[in-house]
């Protein structure tokens, strides 16, 4: 029994990164300011992105990282004991150093390599789908005609069979919605068609679905307190850079729409990892570039931080590295003039320390070490540090196949996204078939302490029960009148246990995992509520990022 006397454990106050002159630490009240990794590869930029997810989810901070070359998976598990770590550990003063797996959710858009994310075709909305697809402005304007006739037809636009249903509606009655949008060219039509073919054939079409993955699925914690730590599986999803871009700044998007103002929390929310952020910016038209910053700006104030890992600093804009006050920047080779320039521009960029040249430091750092400012209360950047990183507690490298399923079969979210669900939509009732297969029910996972256990093993899945066809009755049929997308999702009401679904997932009475047909329910539900907003929102992202593209 505990000692109701004894001294409670001190709450971290900041996430300690390693040493120099002095010890350096990442304030949890002022992570959601933002911050850069920089440096060259092989100069040791995944290992200290992995000790900032470990130390942030320790201190119950969820974190969102894209895992680009597989490195980052390996947090999962303990760390090994090696000589030059335990040197490490005790140069910077690390003491105990502690081996330790962390929690950890493995997440891909393939569903190969973790828990599949799916987002409606709806909710990724034309203009960002016109990005995906790289349409030129009068294809983007026929997709926008796509969308608002499914609106007003009350057509859910839910996966890719659904778009192509309704560009096909679009090119068979082209003549009478010429008169109230404008020209549909059969033509425009079938290269937008052709495009969707494309991203089909490098497997982008598993990004649109359902279950549609809920981004406060993102923000949760374990049994003890610590924040997940969301690894995406990103090195298929590389192949096409411009699809890993716009999925980025679609969960930006996302998360800005429905989180609450916030202000300046104690510690963030979630903070967000961004591997090989320049991806995000190439070919970026200016509209485009304006809503990048816009949103980098604007989230803080809802608890996200935001940190982007790259080569060069001078990968990122300058309107969005201006709103990076952490900063880490490891080993720059200045082999071009073009190379000497950046090197310059990053050292200019440090407030700077009399005891060393920041320009000669960084090219002279070794792997492990780094040139490190972090914002200090008042918001004021430390002086430049030039540090050791500390070593991380978790593995350092990737995990096998059977340890990634092992990981993945012990989740809270076991059953939740994994089977894709079908309901009637688009394609269905222009096609005339109304025929919707039952969702198969899931298990539940036990939880203690307020939070998910990672440790409980699911009831295996039984497999769905096979329907048999037939004609629609009446009561089958909607009643809602014709409207938005959103007025024809269902919500049939929820069974409430412990406080809700909230409760189950973020504490508060024994959470459970949800079935494929409870995510459904509330997969329309959330929908449903957002109606309004998405539509303020398309309208705003239509004044943002219609402008011509380069």
Known sequence: MSDPTATPPAVPTGVFVGKGDNPVELLLSLANRHGLVAGATGTGKTVTLQILAEGLSAAGVPVFAADVKGDLSGIALAGTEKPFLTERAQKVGLDPYVLEPHPTIYWDVFGKKGHPIRATVSEMGPLLLARMLDLNDVQEGVLNIAFRVADEEGLLLLDFKDLRAILQFLAEHADEIKAKYGNVSP??????????????????????????????????????????????????????????????LWMLSELFEVLPEVGDPEKPKLVFFFDEAHLLFNDAPKALLEKVTQVVRLIRSKGVGIYFITQNPQDVPDIVLSQLGNRIQHALRAYTPKDQKAVRVAAESFRANPNFKTEDAITEMGIGEALVS????????????????????????????????????????????????????????????????????????????????????????????ETTRRAPRDEDLPREPRGSIRDRAPAPEEKKESGGWLSDIFGGGGGRRQSVGEAAVKSAARTASNTITREITRSILGGILGGKRR
């Open 187 to 248: 033509t425009t039509v079938g290269a937008i068609q052709r495009g969707l073919l494309v991203l089909e054939n490098q497997g982008g079409d598993a990004f649109f679905g359902e279950p549609a993955l809920d981004l406060k699925d993102f923000m949760t914690t374990d049994a003890q307190g610590r924040g997940a730590i969301n690894i995406l599986a990103a090195d298929q999803l590389m192949s096409n850079p411009r699809v890993y871009a716009t999925f980025l």
């Open 374 to 465: 972090m914002l200090q209360k008042g918001g004021v950047p430390t002086v430049v540090e030039r540090a050791l990183i500390r070593p991380p507690s978790g593995r350092m490298g990737p995990v096998t196949d059977e340890e990634r399923m092992a990981v993945i079969e012990s989740s809270p979210f076991k059953g939740k996204y994994d089977e894709v669900l079908d309901r009637e939509s688009a394609f269905e009732i222009l096609n005339g078939d109304k025929q919707v297969a039952a969702p198969a029910p899931a298990s539940k996972a036990q939880t203690k302490s307020g939070g998910i256990d990672w440790g409980a093993r699911p009831v295996p899945v039984p497999p769905p029960v």
